[in-house]
């Protein structure tokens, strides 16, 4: 997806091998939503667009559907959404994903935040119990969150490269870490993350980062195995990521 902020908000999602544009209508011009989500293919009769403008415990989510001219926005309250899962702040730290028609966010210390965007977004709002311990929430630096065969996985990443892989336990209370991906793999970018499945079994089990190795000549990945940064064709191995350039501002994209 893309976008351009003039005086008009310009919404659209591009295919950068195709070069084919598909315009979606323009955002109100006082808007200034910062992470988007849709639910399927650009090209299907189904396809949802939900953005999301966060700040403390407020919320603005903006929901497009197939036919509609405009987009429907909701602002939500935390504070008066759980009596007893009380949330002063929720800091959304990733785009949102979509699991089952749902819409989930992850906020900066591991709390979820799930609604319906075919529905009322703030009736149908919820809260899992979920959070990082202590320790995990130590020195994060960024946290993303993607879905595999129907399950939520959530990723940090703290300053001194320590990776958390974690999921939801089975009361969606507690969040269990995951040691194998199995026949896996995980990209992580700021724009977008997903998850692949691999058929050679000595390239799975990696999480990969837009991080660049020797003069941006080579990618870093993360081996859940070893818990160590290494990257194809060179002889690396860290548990950390100094000297490593990182890409803040960047998207996986594969062909379709």
């Known amino acids: 997806m893309g976008g351009k902020y003039a005086k008009e908000k310009q919404v659209f999602f591009f295919n950068p091998f195709t070069r084919k544009k598909i315009d979606l209508p323009d955002l109100p011009p006082d808007t200034a939503f910062t992470k988007f ?36 926005i909701e602002d939500v309250d935390f504070r008066e959404i759980d009596e007893n899962y009380p949330v002063k702040k929720f800091c959304i730290s990733s785009n949102p994903i979509f ?3 749902y819409c989930y966010c992850l906020d900066v210390d591991g709390k979820v935040a799930v609604f319906d965007p075919h529905d009322d977004c703030e009736n149908s709002l919820k809260f899992y119990g979920m959070r990082l311990s202590r320790r995990q929430r130590d020195s994060l630096i960024q946290s993303f969150m993607v879905e595999s065969d129907g399950e939520l996985i959530a990723i940090f990443l703290n ?39 691999r058929r050679v079994s000595c390239n799975n089990n990696r999480i990969y980062l837009p991080m660049l190795y020797d003069n941006n000549k080579a990618i870093i990945f993360y081996d859940l195995k070893t818990q160590r940064y290494h990257c194809n064709g060179y002889d690396f191995s860290s548990t950390s990521f100094y000297h490593i350039k990182q890409i803040f501002h960047s998207v996986w994209i594969k062909p379709t």
């Open 37 to 72: 989500s849709f639910s399927g293919l650009p090209t299907s009769e189904d396809c949802v667009v939900v953005g999301i403008m966060n700040l403390l415990s407020l919320m603005e989510i903006a929901v497009i559907k197939p036919g509609e001219d405009d987009w429907e």
């Open 99 to 101: 699991v089952d028609n």
């Open 159 to 197: 300053s001194y490269g320590r990776i958390y892989v974690l999921k939801p336990d089975a009361s969606k209370k507690n969040w269990v870490n995951v040691e194998d991906l199995g026949n896996k793999v995980i990209y992580l970018s700021n724009g977008g993350s997903w998850v692949e499945k």
